[in-house]
């Protein structure tokens, strides 16, 4: 959450609903965790981010809090302070919320440049790096083309839940 984004959003448009990065939340969390502890960490707010509502990833946060918080405070602090920015997605069918899930695409991007370039362990030169993400490119630019799945039905869920703010 960029100090004060999410309140300039709101100012300039107050009818929307701002979500914050679950990625980013769940590094800044891990931040605070060692190292041993961060697999089973984030398998536990996994828990919360992929809970079916609201009300459920409250209780996986309970849950998390019950099991790590003595040990760690400050990255379940993090979620609580949060809390309301963080579970917007949940207002939405799981159709939208695969969409919002993120919202940094960059990072999107970021993350499947590595998923090619993690293959190899070294690289000879610095052109083989060059040359290994321009074809991972190439590879992830062919399905930016591709449609988005369930693409109708997600319209028609935002057609519903915006139907005085979206015209077609």
Same mark, same amino acid.
């Given at each position: 959450?960029?100090? @004060?984004? #999410?309140? $300039?959003? /709101? $100012?300039?448009?107050? +009818?929307?609903? %701002?979500?914050?990065?679950? *990625?980013?939340?769940? !590094?800044?969390?891990?931040?605070? *965790? *060692? ?6 960490? #984030? ?23 019950? =099991?790590? @918080? ?9 979620? !609580? ?5 963080? #579970? ?8 939208? /919320?695969? &969409? &919002?899930? #993120? %919202?940094?695409? &960059?990072?999107?991007?970021? @993350?499947?440049? /590595? =998923?090619? $370039? ?11 790096? =060059? ?10 630019? =062919?399905?930016? %083309?591709?449609? &988005? ?7 028609? +869920? ?6 005085? /703010?979206? +015209?077609?």
């Amino acid at each position: 959450n960029l100090n @004060g984004f #999410t309140d $300039t959003i /709101r $100012t300039v448009f107050p +009818q929307s609903s %701002t979500q914050i990065c679950v *990625v980013h939340q769940i !590094r800044n969390s891990c931040k605070y *965790v *060692v190292y041993k502890d961060k697999k089973e960490f #984030t398998a536990d707010m996994k828990n919360i981010y992929n809970a079916p509502n609201k009300e459920v990833a409250a209780a996986e946060l309970d849950n998390l809090e019950k =099991k790590w @918080g003595g040990k760690y405070p400050y990255a379940i602090l993090s979620w !609580r302070n949060n809390w309301d920015d963080l #579970t917007v997605f949940f207002q939405f069918p799981l159709e939208i /919320r695969k &969409i &919002i899930y #993120t %919202t940094n695409l &960059i990072e999107n991007l970021n @993350g499947k440049i /590595r =998923k090619y $370039t993690k293959s190899k362990l070294s690289f000879p030169s610095d052109d083989a790096v =060059k040359k290994n993400v321009y074809l991972s490119l190439m590879e992830i630019e =062919k399905k930016w %083309t591709m449609p &988005i799945s369930n693409w109708g039905l997600i319209m028609n +869920q935002f057609m519903l839940i915006f139907e005085n /703010r979206i +015209q077609i």
